[in-house]
């Protein structure tokens, strides 16, 4: 999959997202919030301009979010996205509301809207979760002029090929076929066993948050 079609996923499929903004303690806060629209520029979404959402977005530029979809937690995709936003203010409120009519019960009248203000979150990056396949399926992405930071764990040349790391990988996702052993990243889950067990101390983890 694309970033595009990373987002429309997010903006069709799952819709309900939940982002999270810093306040003025520097202390995370949550709040659910739908994706109303999204292209190649990023993704869109509205707020209220008395809610302390609006203020922390203004004051801090940026926000992560993670949406789910799924049944059950074997059957669950995850779409998480962190990077900068910007206020649009409310020439796209007209595009929003077509796309996501139900808005129209909530704030009905051309001055009850007066409240709302468009974001877009433009620049950053993000990662595709499926927990439904097997093995599980990952990767990053990143949109604007952001560069997507590999995370993950790798295999070191000090690598002996010992093959210690085998038994504890719950997704069998390393490839002993040559040596050093390589971690194929994209059914990984950053557990951690591997780097743990290892006799050579020759797994190392990059870029994980």
């Known amino acids: 999959m694309n970033t595009m079609e990373i987002f429309r996923y997010l903006q069709q499929e799952i819709h309900t997202a939940v982002m999270a903004t810093v306040d003025e303690n ?3 806060v949550t709040c659910a919030i739908d994706v109303m629209d999204s292209d190649e520029n990023g993704l869109y979404f509205l707020t ?3 809610k302390g ?3 922390r977005l203004k004051e801090r530029g940026y926000l992560a979010l993670t949406g789910m979809k799924g049944e059950d937690t074997l059957s669950c995709v995850a779409v998480s996205v962190r990077g900068k936003v910007k206020e649009l203010g409310d020439d796209l409120l007209p595009r929003l ?3 996501n009519p139900y808005m129209r ?9 007066k409240a709302l203000t468009v974001f877009q979150l433009y620049e950053g990056s993000g990662e595709w979760f499926d927990l439904s396949q097997k093995p599980v399926e990952r990767f990053s992405f990143s949109f604007g002029r952001a560069e997507a930071e590999p995370e993950g ?7 002996i090929g010992c093959q210690a790391c085998e038994a504890v990988c719950p997704q069998n996702c390393i490839d002993f076929s040559s040596t050093p052993a390589v971690i194929q990243r994209e059914h990984c889950l950053h557990c951690g066993n591997c780097m743990d067990i290892c006799p ?7 870029g994980i948050r």
């Open 48 to 50: 209220a301009k008395g």
């Open 200 to 206: 050579q101390k020759a797994v190392v983890r990059e």
């Open 105 to 113: 019960e909530i704030y009905p009248t051309p001055e009850s809207r």
């Open 97 to 99: 509301f077509e796309k």
């Open 26 to 28: 520097n202390l995370p």
């Open 153 to 159: 764990y790798l295999i070191a040349d000090s690598c």
């Open 53 to 55: 959402f609006y203020h």
